[in-house]
């Protein structure tokens, strides 16, 4: 595993990652790594991306009537 050493922290932000560690019975460290660990949410392919990547995907191929199965289906 990796070692990171953070300085310069502002006083603020460190009062709220010791207030929400104390809250969920963390270490500061562990309180740390549980917010840099939601953070890698927030590194995903904005939606737009990801359906032009879909679409590029899709382009050319034969693509069924949805709204026609579907009916079919729920005819049987």
């Known amino acids: ?3 990171m050493t953070l300085r310069n922290i502002p006083d603020d932000l460190y009062r709220v990652i010791v207030r929400m560690a104390q ?3 963390r270490s500061i ?3 740390a790594l549980c917010l840099l660990d ?5 590194d995903v392919e904005s ?3 990801k359906a032009a990547n879909i679409r590029k995907r899709l382009q ?3 693509l069924g009537d949805t709204v026609a199965e579907i009916r ?3 005819a049987r």
């Open 60 to 62: 050319g191929k034969a």
């Open 29 to 31: 460290q562990q309180q």
């Open 38 to 42: 939601r953070a890698r949410a927030l």
């Open 23 to 25: 809250k969920n019975r």
């Open 1 to 3: 595993m990796k070692t």
């Open 47 to 49: 939606p737009i991306v």
């Open 72 to 74: 079919q289906e729920r």
